[in-house]
C-alpha cells in the first residue's frame, strides 16, 4: 500500500474509533502511532515520541490554556453568571422574548471571562432556565436559546480554541484575539434579533416581564462592574499590547479569585476543587493536543497534506468553493467531535491548501480570517442536528422538553450564524478591520 492508500485508511480507522465514543485524544495517539509504525517502524516512532512532546508542551503560548481555564473557574466560584443573568434581564426583561434575549446576554457575559462553550452553556443555564419557565417561555425558545449562547464562549475572547489555533498555524494569540471581537459582537446582535424574529412570529413563545425602574437597572451594574473591569483590563490589556497573552490570563486569574475570595465563595474547598477541575480540563485538553501531533506526523509522512494541496491547486476549482467544501466538513465533523478536536484534526491539513490558493490577501491576514470563519462553523456544529453537544447538554437541564423541540428552537440561530458566516466571507475586512487597526 502507498502512504496515502495507508493514510486514508487510518483516517476512516479514526472516524470509526470516535463514532464509537473512544476518547479523541486516545484515538488519534493510537492510530497516529499505528500508522507511524506501518509507515516508518518503530524506532523512529519512539525516537519522535522522545523529543516532539517536550518541545510541544514547553510552548511559552500553550501556558495561556491552564491560566484561562482557571479564570473560568473562579468566575462560576463568584457567581459572576448569576449577577451578568439578573443584569440583563432587568434591562431587557420588559421586551417581549426580554428573558431570553437576557440569557444570550449573560451567556456573552461569562463568555468573555470563561472561553468555553459548553461551560458558558451548563452555567448560565443553571441560572436561566427556572427564570425562562417561571415567565412562560416555551421549551422550545428556551432551550435553543440558551445552546446557541453558549457557543458565544468559543468566539468572544479569551477563547482556549483560539489560543490553540494559533500555535497549530505559528499565528499571533493577541491578532486572533482582535480579529475575533466584531464576529463576536455579531454573533450576540444576531441572536438577539433572531429571539426578537421569533417571538413576533409566535407571541406566546416569549412573554414580556414585568418593566424595571430606572434606579433598579442603575442598582443591577453595580453587580456587574467587577466582570466588565477585569474583561476591559485583561482584553484591552492584550489589545493594547500592555501583556502578553500569557501575562493577560494571569492578571485576570488573579482578578477573578480575589474577586471570589471577597464575595465569600472561595475557601480551601473552592480553591482546591478549581485547582483539580483546572487540572483535569489542561490534562484533556493537552491529551487531544498530543494525540493531534502524533496524528498530524503520521499524516506528514503519507503525504496526504501536500498531495491534497498540490491537486486543488492544479485544479480549476475556485478557491471560495474549496473553502465552503472545508467549511461543510466542519459541520459534518461537528456530529462526532468537539470542537478542539475539529481544529486539531483538520487544520493541519486545510491550511496547506488554503496556503496554495489565491483569496488575494497576504498569508497573515488568511490565516486569521480563516480561523475565525472556521471557528465559527465549528461553533454551528454545537448546535447543528442531529447531534448538537450544546443543545444535548441544555436538554439535559430542562424538565420535560422533548429533544425535538429543542433543535426546533435552536433552528432561528442556526439561521442567524449562516447569515454571518456568509457575510464574513463576503467581507473580509469586517474580521481584519481591529488587527489591520491595531498592529
Known amino acids: 500500500m502507498s502512504g496515502i492508500e495507508i493514510g486514508a485508511l487510518m483516517f476512516v480507522v479514526l472516524l470509526v474509533l470516535i463514532a464509537l465514543r473512544l476518547s479523541i485524544g486516545v484515538a488519534m495517539l493510537l492510530v497516529g502511532m499505528a500508522g507511524y509504525i506501518m509507515?516508518?517502524?518503530?524506532?523512529?516512532?519512539?525516537?519522535?515520541?522522545?523529543?516532539?512532546?517536550?518541545?510541544?508542551?514547553?510552548?511559552?503560548?500553550?501556558?495561556?490554556?491552564?491560566?484561562?481555564?482557571?479564570?473560568?473557574?473562579?468566575?462560576?466560584?463568584?457567581?459572576?453568571?448569576?449577577?451578568?443573568?439578573?443584569?440583563?434581564?432587568?434591562?431587557?426583561?420588559?421586551?417581549?422574548?426580554?428573558?431570553?434575549?437576557?440569557?444570550?446576554?449573560?451567556?456573552?457575559?461569562?463568555?468573555?471571562?470563561?472561553?468555553?462553550?459548553?461551560?458558558?452553556?451548563?452555567?448560565?443555564?443553571?441560572?436561566?432556565?427556572?427564570?425562562?419557565?417561571?415567565?412562560?417561555y416555551s421549551g422550545s425558545l428556551a432551550t435553543g436559546a440558551l445552546?446557541?449562547?453558549?457557543?458565544?464562549?468559543?468566539?468572544?475572547?479569551?477563547?482556549?480554541?483560539?489560543?490553540?489555533?494559533?500555535?497549530?498555524?505559528?499565528?499571533?494569540?493577541?491578532?486572533?484575539?482582535?480579529?475575533?471581537?466584531i464576529p463576536g459582537f455579531l454573533a450576540a446582535f444576531g441572536y438577539l434579533v433572531a429571539i426578537s424574529v421569533y417571538v413576533r412570529m409566535?407571541?406566546?413563545?416569549?412573554?414580556?416581564?414585568?418593566?424595571?425602574?430606572?434606579?433598579?437597572?442603575?442598582?443591577?451594574?453595580?453587580?456587574?462592574?467587577?466582570?466588565?473591569?477585569?474583561?476591559?483590563?485583561?482584553?484591552?490589556?492584550?489589545?493594547?499590547?500592555?501583556?502578553?497573552?500569557?501575562?493577560?490570563?494571569?492578571?485576570?486569574?488573579?482578578a477573578t479569585g480575589l474577586?471570589?475570595?471577597?464575595?465569600?465563595?472561595?475557601?480551601?474547598?473552592?480553591?482546591?476543587?478549581?485547582?483539580l477541575g483546572t487540572a483535569s480540563a489542561t490534562a484533556m485538553i493537552f491529551l487531544i493536543i498530543f494525540g493531534a501531533d502524533v496524528f498530524n506526523a503520521f499524516l506528514a509522512l503519507t503525504q496526504m497534506p501536500a498531495e491534497a494541496a498540490r491537486l486543488i491547486g492544479e485544479s480549476t476549482l475556485s478557491p471560495y468553493l474549496v473553502l465552503v467544501v472545508m467549511l461543510l466538513l466542519y459541520l459534518i465533523f461537528g456530529c462526532v467531535m468537539d470542537s478542539l478536536s475539529m481544529i486539531l484534526l483538520t487544520v493541519p491539513i486545510f491550511w496547506p491548501i488554503l496556503m496554495g490558493l489565491d483569496f488575494a490577501m497576504d498569508p497573515e491576514e488568511l490565516k486569521v480570517w480563516f480561523g475565525i470563519i472556521a471557528l465559527i462553523v465549528v461553533e454551528v456544529g454545537l448546535i447543528t442536528p442531529p447531534v448538537g453537544m450544546n443543545v444535548f447538554i441544555i436538554n439535559k437541564m430542562a424538565d420535560n422538553v422533548p429533544m425535538i423541540e429543542s433543535f426546533k428552537?435552536?433552528?432561528?440561530?442556526?439561521?442567524?450564524?449562516?447569515?454571518?458566516?456568509?457575510?464574513?466571507i463576503l467581507f473580509p475586512s469586517i474580521t481584519l478591520l481591529l488587527p489591520r487597526l491595531l498592529n
Not at 481555564?69 to 439578573?86: E, I, K, N, P, V
Not at 474577586?259 to 485547582?275: K, S
Open 39 to 136: 509507515l516508518s517502524g518503530w524506532s523512529p516512532l519512539i525516537n519522535y515520541l522522545k523529543t516532539a512532546p517536550y518541545w510541544r508542551f514547553t510552548t511559552y503560548d500553550l501556558s495561556v490554556v491552564p491560566l484561562f481555564l482557571l479564570m473560568g473557574q473562579f468566575a462560576t466560584r463568584a457567581g459572576l453568571s448569576r449577577a451578568l443573568f439578573h443584569t440583563a434581564s432587568v434591562w431587557l426583561g420588559h421586551r417581549r422574548g426580554g428573558i431570553a434575549m437576557a440569557a444570550i446576554g449573560g451567556c456573552a457575559g461569562f463568555g468573555a471571562i470563561c472561553g468555553s462553550s459548553l461551560a458558558t452553556a451548563a452555567t448560565i443555564g443553571q441560572v436561566a432556565l427556572p427564570e425562562l419557565k417561571r415567565h412562560g
Open 147 to 181: 445552546a446557541a449562547g453558549g457557543t458565544l464562549g468559543i468566539l468572544i475572547p479569551p477563547s482556549v480554541i483560539l489560543v490553540i489555533y494559533a500555535v497549530l498555524t505559528e499565528g499571533n494569540i493577541a491578532t486572533m484575539f482582535q480579529a475575533a471581537f
Open 202 to 254: 409566535k407571541p406566546d413563545s416569549g412573554p414580556a416581564g414585568d418593566p424595571s425602574s430606572w434606579r433598579e437597572k442603575i442598582s443591577s451594574l453595580g453587580d456587574i462592574w467587577a466582570v466588565a473591569t477585569i474583561f476591559l483590563v485583561v482584553i484591552g490589556g492584550i489589545y493594547a499590547g500592555v501583556f502578553t497573552p500569557t501575562e493577560g490570563a494571569a492578571v485576570g486569574a488573579v
Open 259 to 275: 474577586l471570589a475570595l471577597v464575595h465569600g465563595h472561595l475557601n480551601w474547598q473552592g480553591l482546591r476543587e478549581c485547582l
Open 409 to 424: 428552537g435552536v433552528m432561528p440561530f442556526l439561521i442567524s450564524d449562516i447569515l454571518r458566516v456568509v457575510i464574513l
